[in-house]
Nanobody, 118 residues
Framework: QVQLVESGGGLVQPGGSLRLSCAAS????????MGWYRQAPGNQRELVAT???????NYADSVKGRFTISRNYAKNMGYLQMNSLKPEDTAVYYC????????????WGQGTQVTVSS
């Protein structure tokens, strides 16, 4: 059973930065894609950024140039560096680990709250 635990959320002022972390248990980390998603109150969960097992990245247009996704294969860790934060970035952020084409191989963390407010 794979478990994902996010950390690093909190309250930050507009223009500030936060770094989210995702710790993954198990030995599958290096062969799975990893992503960050977010859900604001009243909204659907949306993709923020993904990185494939081969380190190819993809970003939502709303965060391009401000957020950076990365992963440390040796430590089974994923990260989301968030800079120039805006109030509209306020949401619960979720880490996801999955293997394409295998619906049962799809894991989510419990989420971490990010609030951008002055």
């Amino acid at each position: 059973q794979v478990q994902l635990v996010e950390s690093g959320g909190g309250l930050v002022q507009p223009g500030g930065s936060l770094r989210l972390s995702c710790a993954a248990s198990g030995s599958i980390f290096s062969t799975y894609a990893m992503g960050w998603y977010r859900q604001a109150p009243g909204n659907q969960r949306e993709l923020v950024a993904t990185v494939s097992s081969g380190a190819i990245t993809n970003y939502a247009d709303s965060v391009k140039g401000r957020f950076t996704i990365s992963r440390n294969y040796a430590k089974n860790m994923g990260y989301l560096q968030m800079n120039s934060l805006k109030p509209e970035d306020t949401a619960v952020y979720y880490c996801r680990l999955w293997r394409g084409g295998v619906p049962s191989a799809d894991y989510w963390g419990q989420g971490t709250q990010v609030t951008v407010s002055s």
